[in-house]
């Protein structure tokens, strides 16, 4: 089985750092981004299976950057995650087709796990498509 690639996006270097070396550590292949400017330029080259995005980014907001994202993998499981969550914001978030929403501090177990469930389901519709075909 490939290994599964994650595109963490957060402005704040620890929560990244601490996110992505969870991520790493339980066999998950970890790109790294600081801005939507970034992810999109890593996008381009690397595509991941799943993505999880702070919130609250230098140059606009997870919203901005699902758009982009979704333009080049329109199935691409992605997590948004804030600090400043409201009830708003998250019925927003899966309105605008974010897969699943999480207040910070995160707990790395339910995030890995919520990965992992999610790129299943994705493969499980691609091997779904390609069987009808």
Not at 12 to 41: H, K, N
Not at 79 to 99: E, F, N, P, S
Request: hydrophobic letters at 50%; glycine letters at 6%; charged letters at 25%.
């Amino acid at each position: 089985m490939p290994v599964t690639r994650i595109l963490v996006v957060d402005d704040e270097p620890s929560v990244r750092g601490i996110v992505a070396q969870y991520l790493a550590a339980r066999g998950f292949e970890v790109l790294e981004a600081a801005s939507c400017g970034a992810a999109r330029e890593l996008q381009a080259t690397w595509r991941p299976d799943a993505a999880t995005i702070d919130y609250m980014l230098p140059d606009g907001n997870a919203l901005d950057l699902l758009v982009a994202l979704r333009e080049t993998d329109p199935a691409l499981p992605v997590v948004v995650m804030t600090g400043h969550a409201t009830i708003d914001l998250a019925v927003r978030a899966i309105q605008q087709g974010a897969d699943h929403f999480m207040t910070k501090p995160v707990a790395l177990g339910s995030l890995a796990a919520l990965i992992e469930r999610l790129v299943a389901a994705r493969r499980d519709r691609r091997r779904t498509r390609a069987a009808e075909v």
